[in-house]
């Protein structure tokens, strides 16, 4: 219960904060005219603040996707996975609504779409959303797995995190949001009584996560960290 409280509130920082600076990204009265490298900064920070304040208690996933790809490469049960899901979504949701009390549905709460996202007047392609989805969520759980779950960049592992976080959306911003988080994406939707879109951000997303999870898992672990059986063979390979 600890750890899914800790997700519930990181992820309602995550999306309050992320969100909240894509609402008034605008330029107009009212707005920040922070822009895309504003929104794209406030995720970053928001992130960094989250690994520090609640890494040790939950691995601060704050992401369905990520959950999904520790779970994947078998560094979390299954059991404790939906728990963290579940107050990830429930986490977003409140800081959605909240947002919609203070700064309204004409603001349209951060959401995270694109020129690729299929909208009302405009088809979009959901193929490229999933793709681009999935591409920048592979980027994002490989660096919470190597420098959270296994902690090779020490105390600059917040720091790490929260610029590929920002990188990516930098890059993938103006095509879908670049969310990189099915959670992120589903609270102003469900705000906003749209979900028609959500679909393709659970599809990359989680499929993002999963490759990275099983590919660093699989490829790239130190040996010194892998199953004792395999760890086994291959210091005894360096032997021979």
Known sequence: MKAALAELIGTFTLVFIGAG????AGA???GSGAGIVGVAFAHGLAL???VYSWGSISGAHVNPAVTFGVASAGRMTWDK???YWIAQFAGAVVAAYLLLWLVGAESGLG???GSLTPL??????PLKVIVLEGVLTFFLVIAVIVSGVHGRNGNMAGVAIGLVLT???LAGGSLTGASMNPARTFGPALALGDLSYVWMYLVGPLAGGAIAGLLHEKYFLPADQKPPVEAADSHGKRRR
């Open 21 to 24: 600076t894509g609402a008034l």
């Open 28 to 30: 107009a009265p009212g």
């Open 48 to 50: 960094m603040v989250i």
């Open 81 to 83: 996975a939906i728990a």
């Open 111 to 113: 959401a995270t779409t």
């Open 120 to 125: 009302p007047g405009a088809p979009g392609d």
């Open 167 to 169: 990188m990516d959306i």
